[in-house]
């Protein structure tokens, strides 16, 4: 053997033999956490009372308020170092009575459609209202179509899912324009309403809500935007095919209430080596009105507050600060986010990881990071630590809505976002279907060991900028 | 570069260029069948009419009956070279009425639990069944009690699945033992009945059905088998701490009814190039009579039927000849996989592959294999054709209960069973709640394509075993 191969074969032995130890130990450490999660596990029962004794939890209302006042004190009870409340202003709004629609064809024979009003839409007059229906399969065909065949008619956004996409986010990510912005564009070509097509895969009776925005169009300008059951408006375009002139009516009686205060929960465990140093996990506390919200984001919430009940459990000092925070207002609004890395910024907390579980309680797959290649080359070498709880899916991406707020005021953080399975998500996203029974036990369980393997493993492994590191590495 | 590092080189880029046309062209062919089975698949449309038209499907009853009568007419409709029914006897045992039971504590203080029989189970006695419970964790606590502890008594055998399993049919067949044999070992103790925990992770009030066998005991040393509820035998378990001395009650009217005629359902795409070597793909179409079966098994029936459908929908011209075969009698009996492969020898018909989806039609994760190295390997180049798929597990071992008879007389045949995320499988899995509400759409879909996916790779690239390479390779 040359002198050259030899320094390789021996740096290799060394290296093998401390990477060997290294994964055996995190290998016991990660198979404790699963076990403590799958057969003492706190959080389907802790989603049990969210779901079912509190129930949904739009910003602002009762449901938020009790949820605030819960979890804080579950998290107490879990025996953290702190626990506290973050004040933050949100929006109220309100459904107001259940809306009413129908479609109106020839001889006035009426046959009724599922809807109901996106976040944040303003009411119809309280007669309702009823006008002609123009379809169009998203903004740029409404744009084309131009103000003399949009003005005083109901715009009707019917843009399916994408069935071809694995990745049912990215079909989400296909239709959401058309529920988010579509009425801001029609109306500004003079539509007096909008009816969206409901993103779900599933063909069904149930409309989808979600938060929708007027931008800077003045109060007189905004028209009223609800969502459509999809196989209402399967039956509204047939009906339009047959018949263009009918007309469409709808009653919706929403209402913004301008802005109240509410709260982020949040807990810590004190870092044993780096206190100053702080690693976010969590979730987002509020939920639409529909249903009861336990895979959006219930499911986030409670396997959040579960990574540091499983940490204590299997007796785990994290050498750095571990914070669990339950954000408010992420669906309509993002305040909670904005808020906790303002405050963590002017406080000069430097947050040096943060996941988020925002994707529904089901089987976790993987996680997508929004890291440099450095993080992400070791996160790669974890994988056959995940590979025998069948997690398997690494990817480079987003992470989660309110954790990204601390991207800008944290340089070199590290952000991931939990990969369960998305392929029911959207058939119950934002649905009245969104409810405790479409959550699995061991789905979630998982899903919580799954978060606290990560964070085990940043906690040890995690590269830090090379600005942070303190003192030059010696050899 | 010396002369051997050249070589090396060439040698890699000429390969990999190859290799690199045939994955495209693979990757091509996939995302076809990919998109055909998300976007117009027919899988989803067969289940709801087998699980809600055709219902339940024991062997022997009238649902099965129409269960072949129908898939034989709709691989028909498919425009298969070849459909036609295998005939086979096969036992038939019935339930009778409902069954009912109840603990009796003191001052007759009477509590109704959940229990149904185990098939193939005898009756009670007409007046029911009244005894003293003991309660064991499974066989060998049994057989240490001995027979003075058993006599004239009710075996409650009460062992749970293993929560930490990540792999739930791990933590099946660490049960199932007691609901296969108990019966047949307690009698051999003078047991005068026997109450099985279900076979389930939920804490439900479902019992889940299931085969039993006597082995060879006479048929007046028999004794009355039944599944309890998870809730009940928790429920039955706690009473029995409070008070040892209390008395379960049951009553069952179930009988076997000796063997009638039934049949495999059979449809053939005939190999263009290898006519008479053949590939199978299936399901069972025999379902327990509680529920519908829609995951057991009719998940996997309406899969293997579209496999075939998806390859004429694409396309696709298979150089060996491909069966889809929708066995029946898998779960009391396994008399169609046995029938298939006799008939099979008999005919000289050599089988190179067989895949069976038996395991629910929950989102698919791999395949398990029974093979070679050889072909082991070359299914492992495969990998990044299916990462896309988010399909990432595979595995050695077993297969398919209906396709192991085939591997006795096929020699070198591939066997493999498709693997979908198996969390929620054993909740349904025998019970009344295996019914198609629990199917989603997408998730069926992505298994069919999976199978398909599959079947289109081994029908390109299985390496036959040596001895059916007819002429030797020339260098
Ligand atoms: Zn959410
Ligand atoms: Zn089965």
Redesign the interface.
Known sequence: MNKVLKNIFTVAVVVGTSAFAKAQNDSITVRKI??EA??KGQSYQWLDYLSNDIGSRLSGSLGAERAVTWTKAELEKAGLDKVWLQPVMVPKWVRGEAERAHIEGENARITSVPICALGGSVATKSVGLRANVVEVMGIEELKALGEENVKGKIVFYNRPMN??L???FQAYGGCVDQRYAGAMEAAKLGAVGVIVRSVT??IDDYPHTGSMSYGDLPISKRIPAAAISTKGANLLSTSLKLNPELKFFYKMSCKNMGEVESYNVIGEITGSEFPNKYMVVGGHLDSWDLGDGSHDDGAGVVQSMEVLRLMKAVGYKPKHSIRVVLFMNEENGLRGGRKYAEEAKAKGEQHIFALESDSGGF?P?GFSFDTDDRNYNEVLSWKSLFE???I??FTRGGSGADIGPLKATNDGIVLAGLRP?S??YF?HHHAAIDTFDAV????LE?GAATMTSLVYLMDNYIQKPAKLIQAPIKQ
């Open positions: 699963y076990t799958l057969t069935d071809e694995i990745r049912t895969h599933s089987t797959r025998p709880y069948l398997h899916d399975d392929q029911r058939d699995n036990k061991r789905e998982l």
